[in-house]
T-cell receptor
């Protein structure tokens, strides 16, 4: 089967840096994605890592280590609007099935 | 470019009834995926359609079914509704090809289903 683990909640201060980790156990791993979801809203795509290493998109960066079955999302210069739930998702095999983690609720405090 | 649309946005049904939800993907997107989101279980994958064919299926009972039309619009159907089917049902579309493109899914606002 497949399983993903990420912390349920993280709290950080505005302007700080926060890292949300994701570990996975899957067969047929293809890639790791990150999505953001505000309360009452739909998930929105943040980043995708198909290869090991760091991907940077503005204030957000995502990292993948396939050998460690581990990835993380790094949010810099936190803003109040970053308060949301963040989901890691693994793509399984060549058929591109996407399996989501249970989500990490990020609370940014002033 | 219009986003993913889902209808209806809210639905109330009673146990034993059936329901059909509709999803219109972003123009040009050939892949449509369906997810069930509940507070306790997070986002659970239901199925994915690509060019009218079911390409992937999650671990849901046969009461959950779907289809995709030639214009990429998709419907999902739940028969014999149970209380536990109350959830937000999200549809997502993507280009459906390899790499980042298939993983960059664009979600609709969802249909909130309440089963009484």
């Amino acid at each position: 089967g497949q399983s993903l683990e990420q912390p349920s909640e993280v709290t950080a201060v505005e302007g700080a840096i926060v890292q949300i980790n994701c570990t996975y156990q899957t067969s047929g791993f293809y890639g790791l994605s990150w999505y953001q979801q505000h309360d009452g809203g739909a998930p929105t795509f943040l980043s995708y890592n198909g290869l090991d290493g760091l991907e940077e998109t503005g204030r957000f960066s995502s990292f993948l280590s396939r050998s460690d079955s581990y990835g993380y999302l790094l949010l810099q210069e936190l803003q109040m609007k970053d308060s949301a739930s963040y989901f890691c998702a693994v793509t399984i095999g060549s058929s591109y099935k996407l399996i989501f983690g249970s989500g990490t609720r990020l609370l940014v405090r002033p | 470019k219009a986003g993913v649309t889902q209808t209806p946005r809210y639905l109330i049904k009673t146990r034993g009834q059936q329901v059909t939800l509709s999803c219109s993907p972003i123009s040009g997107h050939r892949s449509v995926s369906w997810y069930q989101q509940t507070p306790g279980q997070g986002l659970q994958f239901l199925f994915e359609y690509f060019s009218e064919t079911q390409r992937n299926k999650g671990n849901f009972p046969g009461r959950f079914s779907g289809r995709q039309f030639s214009n990429s619009r998709s419907e999902m159907n739940v028969s014999t509704l149970e209380l536990g089917d109350s959830a937000l049902y999200l549809c997502a579309s993507s280009l459906g090809t390899s790499g980042r493109r298939v993983n960059e899914q664009f979600f609709g606002p969802g249909t909130r289903l309440t089963v009484l």
